[in-house]
């Protein structure tokens, strides 16, 4: 599987690992269910929540080297 980036929408990365949810919600990143996650880049969504975009990236990548 490709690796994920911060630049990848939202609903993408929870179609290529979705595992991620997880992560999106240990960072409180409540996307899921919210309209802008089928436009929106996790970059974006993790700005609007404060959220460092970099981790969250690192330990998804980890789930799909695992």
């Known amino acids: 599987m490709a690796k994920i980036n911060k ?3 939202i ?3 929870i ?3 979705p595992d991620a949810i997880e992560i ?3 960072y409180g990143l409540g996307c899921i269910g919210c309209a802008a996650a ?3 880049n996790l970059e974006a969504g993790a700005k609007v929540h404060g959220i460092d ?3 969250m990236v690192n330990e998804i990548n980890a789930l799909i080297k695992d």
């Open 7 to 9: 630049n990848m929408g």
């Open 11 to 13: 609903m993408d990365i």
């Open 15 to 17: 179609q290529a690992c």
């Open 24 to 26: 999106f919600q240990k």
């Open 38 to 40: 089928h436009f929106e």
């Open 53 to 55: 975009v970099d981790s």
